[in-house]
């Protein structure tokens, strides 16, 4: 687990290229989680202290790090390599249209070598921890595919039990289930 940036660098300087090398060579994934301390003071946050914090700023920062990756081409150049987001992906299933529109805007030289959204489904992994949303986890189903989901509870924060009533209720099919509360991680951890 890493949160979110090493004294305001992110994961995408080439610094960094020799732990993606060996995360790819040992077939560990690294859980990118929100920092408690931000990189940088967020001006839109002042006056607002309830935006700060789990309810938006960590999102919107683990989801742009995550991106930098993407566009940093660390998975170009680690194709292998992984990283799992929090919180049902740090809401970036759900922006995936989005995300391929703009990528055709961005400079060639510049731009990672397929869609956000090839990297989202093949280097990412998404935990559920702390959206305990139906709507939300059929959207990351169809998005991204259970087989990219990871159950999780994100104590303390949040309720066990609650967690643990959003899965048993889940809409989805019994082996979705199963990959989403065991297999996934069982897989994807070595366990």
């Known amino acids: 687990m890493h949160n979110d940036h090493v004294q305001g660098h992110y994961l995408d300087e080439p610094r960094f ?15 990118l989680h929100p920092a408690l301390f931000p990189a940088d003071h967020w001006q839109v946050f002042e006056g607002h202290p309830v935006l700060s914090g789990p309810s938006w700023e960590w ?6 790090h995550a ?5 940093g081409g660390v998975f170009d150049e680690f194709p292998g390599a992984s990283v799992t987001l929090g919180h049902m992906g740090e809401l970036l299933p759900f922006q995936l249209a989005r995300l391929d529109s703009r990528y055709h805007q961005a400079d060639p030289a510049g731009r990672p070598r397929e869609l956000p959204s090839h990297y989202l489904r093949n280097n990412c992994y998404a935990t559920t ?7 939300a986890l059929l959207g990351a189903v169809q998005a991204i595919g259970a087989d990219r989901l990871l159950f999780s509870v994100d104590y303390p924060y949040e309720s066990t039990a609650e967690a643990v009533e959003f899965l048993r209720t889940a809409p989805v099919s019994r082996g979705d289930l199963e990959r989403i509360a065991h297999r996934n991680a069982t897989d994807l951890l070595h366990l």
């Open 17 to 31: 290229r020799p732990v993606w090398a060996e995360l790819e060579r040992l077939g560990v994934t690294l859980y």
């Open 59 to 64: 999102t919107a920062a683990v989801g742009a």
């Open 67 to 71: 991106l930098r990756l993407i566009y």
């Open 129 to 135: 921890g702390g959206v305990y949303s139906h709507a």
